[in-house]
């Protein structure tokens, strides 16, 4: 139980383009979902917090209008890299909480590795 | 003071023998801690969570909390290499419902 899914797994694009990034929760509703960015031998680093229906919270320092989150349902969240530059390149991970499990347990997914040319 | 923070290590340990993963936490009234791991290129997947002081054992794994000295670390008994990975500690701080704040990670070496 409590399996989270990226598509696509890994992406590679043009510098100027827009790529978009899905999270499905496949087994539970999930109440909250995240989205994570982790740069090689770093640790992850969140860049906002999406609950359905509603605006995500940003974290400080995460440009709103270039990381646009959209939480469209309890088993959905995308997240759109817009006008993609090389240094937006990293591994992109999402994950979910559960009213199933226990509240504050987050549940990856796979993650998604973008590479900007 | 970072948040939470972990030794980066490498830290290698002989197969059979027991792992030590220590994490200290600078906020003292958090109330949640969580310890995943990481494969290279992978994403984390959760080993333990722990809520209260003391141990917490889940197979060969066992979580230690204390929350007076603000810390918490995890042990792994008989040591596989299937082991070697990067061990992420995470804390919720106190005031947030569920935003994880992860250590940099110790990176956990089994040799045969």
């Known amino acids: 139980g409590a399996v989270v899914s990226q598509h696509p797994s890994r992406v590679i694009c043009k510098s100027g383009t827009s790529v978009k990034i899905e999270c499905r929760s496949l087994d539970f509703q999930a109440t909250t979902m995240f989205w994570y960015r982790q740069f090689p031998k770093q640790s992850l680093m969140l860049m906002a917090t999406s609950n359905e229906g509603s605006k995500a919270t940003y974290e400080q320092g995460v440009e709103k209008d270039k990381f646009l989150i959209n939480h469209a349902s309890l088993t959905l969240s995308t997240l759109t890299v817009t006008s993609a530059h090389p240094e937006d390149s990293s591994f992109y991970i999402c994950?979910?909480?559960?009213?199933?499990?226990?509240?504050?347990?987050?549940?990856f997914g796979p993650g998604t590795r973008l590479t900007v040319l | 003071q970072k948040e939470v923070e972990q030794n980066s290590g490498p830290l290698s340990v002989p197969e059979g023998a027991i792992a030590s993963l220590n994490c200290t936490y600078s906020d003292r009234g958090s109330q949640s801690f969580f310890w995943y791991r990481q494969y290279s290129g992978k994403s984390p997947e959760l080993i333990m969570s722990?809520?209260?002081?003391g141990d917490k054992e889940d197979g060969r794994f066992t979580a230690q909390l204390n929350k007076a000295s603000q810390y918490v670390s995890l042990l792994i008994r008989d040591s596989q290499p299937s082991d070697s990975a990067t061990y992420l500690c995470?804390?919720?701080?106190?005031?947030?419902?569920?935003?994880?704040?992860f250590g940099t990670g110790t990176r956990l070496q089994v040799f045969p």
């Open positions: 995470a804390v919720i701080p106190r005031g947030n419902t569920d935003k994880l704040i």
């Open positions: 722990i809520y209260s002081n």
């Open positions: 994950s979910a909480t559960t009213l199933a499990g226990v509240a504050d347990t987050q549940y």
